[in-house]
């Protein structure tokens, strides 16, 4: 079958990454007899350097008549990059900010998984770790702290700013059925993270929760304080199946989540609307530090894609093939800088897509 591709390669290590899962997707095409027509789209930096502003109407018309859309990473050094010298809605993070809401992209999924190969990449100890732990985080990606009125302002001689935290029910209704609806194909359990005992934001995400887990009587339902949450995640990783959280939580946690795995830089995420689309991207940022040196890892990206194979297009199959060759490349001892260990073979960023490729069955 035919697939519209939309493909933001963005900025840094973006590129490079967004190649290797590109291979693996053609050789995917081949193997399994699909046709995936790829779409150039601008988006981040590279937007700003072009067209000068990190988001154009074009790159969302693209997106939008793409059936799904790969990305990379976008951003730089803050320090050094003039795209930092700009205003904040004219930088490369409000082009991601500002595509997840032009498309709708309210559910964020970001599986953290621990692979058994990478187990001493992993800073947890052996007793913690047990045989391992597998959660998926669903962040709500369209509202709250993100998308909410701010503003900067001399109030009393003082400089003076505000971020407003505003979700209504409606929003919080439909991440809660995604995330339910995710459990009841996994273990079966909801940990709806929040900060109930002080915020009234949170007080309503709690109330709209248990009413969505009234039509879940088999899935088991906690909640669970943020700052607790955090301390959880190093302290007992197992017991977390779905992870169901606002933005900004969301944002936090799943960073602090895919550490404990060992590697950033093994972890995919789907973004999804309320129809098939979605747009997939690894979940660490661009590296700009390691940008055009071919050390990246690609697998992050080479594992969105699976995502997109499967949530997007069905192609179950297809998305186990690569799934399996991610783990076959790690039994057989390769690895990138970012997750080598003694005794395993260090390879590069187009190296690792090739390898990737030989094992697609
Ligand atoms: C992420 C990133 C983005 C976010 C930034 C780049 C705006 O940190 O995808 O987690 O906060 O959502
Ligand atoms: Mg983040």
Request: include cysteine; charged fraction near 25%; glycine fraction near 8%.
């Amino acid at each position: 079958m035919g697939y519209k591709i939309g493909v933001i390669k963005g900025d840094g290590i973006g590129p490079e990454i967004v190649t290797e899962a590109v291979k693996v997707l053609d050789h995917i095409a081949l193997k399994y007899g699909h046709q995936f027509d790829y779409t150039k789209i601008l988006m981040g930096g590279c937007s700003i350097d072009a067209c000068g502003v990190p988001l154009t109407e074009e790159a969302i018309t693209a997106a939008k008549a793409s059936d799904a859309v790969l990305m990379g990473s976008i951003g730089g050094d803050a320090k050094t990059s003039p795209w930092y010298q700009l205003p904040p809605e004219k930088r490369p993070e409000a082009g991601l900010l500002g595509i997840r809401k032009a498309l709708n992209l309210f559910a964020n999924l970001r599986p953290a998984n621990l692979y058994k190969e990478l187990k001493e990449a992993c800073p947890l100890r052996d007793d913690i770790i047990g045989d391992g732990f597998d959660m998926m985080i669903m962040r709500e990606l369209t509202g709250g702290l993100y998308f909410g009125a701010r503003k900067t302002e001399e109030i009393d001689g003082k400089m003076t700013a505000v971020d407003t935290l505003i979700y209504n029910e409606d929003e919080i209704r439909r991440i809660a059925i995604r995330a339910f609806d995710t459990a009841a194909k996994r273990r079966k359990k909801v940990t709806s993270v929040d900060k109930a005992n002080v915020l009234d934001s949170s007080r309503l995400w709690r109330k709209i929760v248990e009413e969505v887990a009234k039509d879940y009587p088999d899935i088991t339902l906690e909640h669970m304080l943020v700052d607790n949450a955090a301390m959880q995640i190093v302290k007992n990783p197992r017991q977390f199946d779905v992870i169901l959280t606002e933005n900004m939580f969301g944002d936090i946690l799943s960073d602090e989540a895919s550490m404990v795995t060992g590697s950033i830089g093994m972890l995919a995420s789907a973004s999804l609307n309320d129809s098939k689309f979605g747009l997939y991207e690894p979940s660490h940022g661009s590296a700009p530090d390691i940008a055009g040196q071919d050390i990246a890892n690609p697998i992050a990206t080479v594992l969105s894609a699976s995502m997109m194979l499967r949530y997007s297009f069905d192609l179950d199959k297809e998305a186990d093939a690569i799934d399996a060759a991610v783990k076959q490349v790690l039994t057989d001892g390769y690895r990138t800088g970012d997750i080598m260990s003694e005794g395993c073979t260090k390879v590069g960023c187009s190296r690792m897509g090739d390898l990737l490729v030989e094992r697609i069955r």
